[in-house]
């Protein structure tokens, strides 16, 4: 999955600040996409596979900044 895919899956044109933004984000769109609820399993199973992918990419953009500010001081 790329990044673009999975930020038009959860509807943000940018990568959430922080994980808690990111976790308020999924916890709206599973209300609605769960099969439960009347969404599908196929929509709800992206939904989870493109929230994995982003907090990764959250994850690799903070050891970046923190290389970074390491390697200032």
Known sequence: MKLE?????????RLPKDEAELNAVY????KKLHP????????FQELGEAVEYLKRALEKKNRQFQALYDMSK
């Open 5 to 13: 895919r999975a930020l038009s899956i959860i509807g943000l044109d």
């Open 27 to 30: 916890r709206e769109l599973a």
């Open 36 to 43: 439960d609820a009347g969404g599908s399993e196929a929509a």
